[in-house]
């Protein structure tokens, strides 16, 4: 265990992690987030030139987005290093870091969360949120399982590692420059599913 994180990033960075990364590897999830992305890409003009996304795994999400932006800078940060070896293979800038770690002083004009901050530590959120926006120069995604008001969910049999809330209406009251542009729910019975997630593509106002 690392003294210097927290509970989740332990969680993350062991074991579980290493676990994850069989689940993961879904060629029917390839498909479905390429229609997912695809649909968000077309609510962004202009389309971003540099993309980072925190918690990227293996890269079931860098690889349709290099696809779909073959000119794209695109950085995939991953706290597993297991993980990290199978998303050097997207060809992707990688580092092994969580989110909290990261010393990135370069912005990017896309910061990307996809089924990540749902297993962030409440109690760093904010502090989450502020390196979030401070690595952006233009758009944020988020995909998030919703809730209103926070609750904590079990997780194959874990406490503490799942967490639904309104996590992009927590940053939008903690940025008044950012702005809300277009969301939208992808339900897991459809013809290309996702795990029943919201997402919310915001923007820097001014950029």
């Not at 890409?41 to 999400?61: V, W």
């Not at 401070?134 to 998030?144: G, H, K, P, T």
Request: glycine share 6%; net charge negative; hydrophobic share 40%.
């Amino acid at each position: 265990m690392n003294e210097k994180r927290n509970e989740q990033e332990d969680f993350w960075a062991g074991e579980f992690g290493k676990e994850y990364i069989d689940r993961n590897k879904n060629e029917k999830l390839l498909a479905s987030n390429f229609v997912f992305f695809s649909n968000i890409f077309s609510k962004m003009n202009p389309l971003p030139k540099t993309c980072i996304e925190l918690g990227a795994n293996i890269g079931m999400n860098i690889f349709p987005i290099k696809t779909l932006l073959p000119t794209a800078e695109v950085t995939g940060v991953e706290i597993n290093e297991e993980a990290c070896l199978e998303l050097e293979k997207t060809g992707c800038k990688v580092i092994n870091s969580s989110i909290l770690e990261l010393q990135e002083k370069q912005t990017y004009e896309l910061v990307l969360l996809k089924g990540v901050l749902i297993h962030q530590n409440p109690d760093f959120l904010l502090e989450t949120y502020q390196k979030i926006f401070s690595l952006s120069s233009r758009w944020i995604v988020i995909a998030e399982y919703f809730n209103p008001t926070p609750i904590g969910i079990s997780y194959r049999g874990h406490e503490n590692k799942l967490f639904k809330r309104d996590y992009a209406g927590e940053m939008l009251n903690q940025f008044e420059n950012l702005e809300l542009i277009a969301n939208g729910f992808n339900y897991h019975g459809d013809v290309f599913p996702q795990d029943d997630i919201n997402w919310f593509l915001m923007e820097k106002k001014g950029k």
